[in-house]
């Protein structure tokens, strides 16, 4: 068992890599109509890849082509896969039209769409269809600090399964209590990878992190943005009360995951209290984790539930200690994002703001940047400022500057330790890339654009709720300039929440035609 399960581990390890480092495109590509016929350009110009594959296709033509019927509970996994396939492309097939490319990419998305329900037919097209979806995903990749946390844990079930596919093809060998046990632990590496990053900061978080810096943080992004500062100073005061009981709840799920395969209730309670804690972290920040909260349900539904697991032994001495070691080593074999932070009252903020033909100066939210707006909702813009600053993000910081902010501090105090503690993290590199970036998407846009987007009726829900939305509520008005304002904003008790800085950082110009 514990061969077959190194077996599987090292495999998933290989194929990851190749399979991320094959599909990573040149940015020129996406200039292109057709983004996977560049990606199939690619892979034909390195011979050895064609060649290999023939070899396989003729090797194991009967086998390519197998049926889920061919696999134990194979109706079972092909709905589970086949709902994976589907989320994803919800996701990757109904973004706003790319205007730094100035591309809509229809066959991409046809394709997609296409091949996601073609994993409900065959195995093989769950290969077919991560050669597809990642090169779409590589588009996002243009403008700095893009993030693949949240659809990264159901693309790795993806090609966790594609280990187990190779596996059945080449040596006709597939055992379903291994799929089960190595889909549940690829889940917990994800959760304990959080969960450990919290410990590692000594008793900072476990006894002084107040989540309830969330609310006024997350408010300055546009969280809650109906809602006035006095109600936001009063809902953070009142929630201080939950700090600690929340905590607890939050450890007991991102480390309780390495005791999962103790038994079926607590492996069903750790997925379910994780479940419960994204829909609190929404309530809290607008951070929605819908996604991950889809899978946990698929995987509940699917395979932790006592008819699944009834008739497989999968609860017992050695899968529990394979599982601990596995989820505890995950970061060697899974590399997870970790999702753990020290909550701070003070935060950055980055808004855009843009100057019309007729004179009219209007918000660009960070939808308008789509499929950009990971970047422009988080703001990671401190390359733009030759001033020092905090290493804050999103109300975010390290053990250093969650001291110092975990008692109240004056304008001044705080003004004092940010130039004496802050780094400049201006980089003339990365503004002229960025200046270059909205130059080409807003002249692309002020050319392009046809008054309203449809895809905003089918698009999923966004990962980051920020508000407002909507741009012109008129039609469209080109624009003539950006202008990038950066936010300090500051939460006390005393004082409540309130804005302490504004400062305008760049000045960018668009070319009209």
């Not at 990971?374 to 990671?380: A, E, I, Y």
Request: glycine residues 4%; hydrophobic residues 50%.
């Amino acid at each position: 068992m514990i061969s077959r399960i190194s077996g599987i581990v090292l495999a998933f390890y290989l194929i990851e890599k190749v399979l991320f480092r094959i599909t990573s495109l040149p940015f020129d590509s996406y200039s292109s109509t057709f983004i996977y016929w560049e990606f199939l350009k690619k892979i034909g110009s390195t011979i050895y890849i064609p060649i290999l594959c023939i070899l396989l296709v003729i090797i194991y033509a009967k086998h390519v082509v197998i049926p889920w019927k061919s696999f134990e509970k194979g109706n079972q996994i092909r709905l589970f896969l086949t709902a994976i396939g589907l989320i994803l492309t919800w996701i990757f097939s109904t973004y706003n039209y790319n205007y730094y490319f100035d591309q809509w990419h229809v066959y991409d998305r046809i394709l997609l769409c296409a091949t996601a329900l073609l994993i409900f037919y065959r195995p093989i097209f769950v290969v077919s269809f991560l050669s597809m979806l990642l090169p779409i995903i590589g588009q996002e990749e243009v403008i700095q600090l893009f993030s693949l946390a949240a659809p990264l844990l159901p693309i790795r079930l993806l090609i966790l399964f594609t280990v187990f596919l190779f596996a059945r093809i080449v040596f006709k060998r597939f055992n379903y209590r291994d799929f089960v046990f190595m889909v549940s632990c690829l889940v917990g590496v994800h959760y304990f990878a959080s969960g450990i990053r919290k410990v590692f900061t000594g008793f900072e978080w476990i006894l002084y992190n107040k989540i309830n810096y969330l609310v006024p943080s997350m408010y300055g992004n546009g969280w809650f943005s109906w809602a006035s500062p006095e109600f936001i100073s009063s809902a953070t005061a009142f929630l201080e009360y939950f700090n600690f009981p929340l905590k607890v709840f939050t450890l007991s799920i991102e480390i309780g995951v390495l005791f999962m395969f103790i038994n079926l209730k607590w492996a069903r309670y750790c997925l379910i209290g994780a479940i419960i804690m994204h829909m609190g972290i929404v309530v809290y920040s607008g951070i929605f984790f819908w996604l991950w909260s889809l899978i946990l349900i698929l995987v509940l539904y699917f395979f932790l539930n006592e008819k699944a697991v009834e008739n497989s032994i999968l609860f017992t001495k050695k899968y529990f200690v394979v599982a601990f070691f596995l989820i505890g080593m995950g970061q060697f074999w899974s590399r997870p994002i970790p999702l753990s932070w020290l909550d701070t009252p003070l935060n950055y903020t980055h808004k855009f703001f843009a100057e019309t033909a007729n004179g009219n100066v209007v918000q660009l939210t960070p939808k308008f940047f789509s499929p950009y707006v990971f970047q422009f909702t988080t703001g990671k813009f401190k390359y733009l400022n030759n001033e020092p600053r905090l290493p804050i993000l999103w109300g975010a910081t390290n053990v250093q500057t969650s001291s110092f902010l975990r008692v109240p501090q004056s304008e001044e105090s705080i003004s004092n330790f940010e130039s004496e503690n802050g780094k400049i993290y201006y980089n003339e590199k990365s503004k002229s890339s960025f200046i270059d970036f909205v130059q080409r998407f807003v002249s692309n846009w002020n050319e392009s654009y046809p008054g309203e987007n449809y895809m905003d009726y089918i698009q999923p829900p966004r990962m980051l709720l920020t508000f407002p939305t909507d741009l012109f509520s008129d039609g469209k008005d080109e624009i003539v300039k950006v202008k990038v304002i950066e936010t300090t904003t500051l939460y006390s008790k005393e004082k409540g929440f309130r804005e302490i800085r504004n400062k305008e950082l760049l000045e960018i110009n668009i070319p009209i035609e």
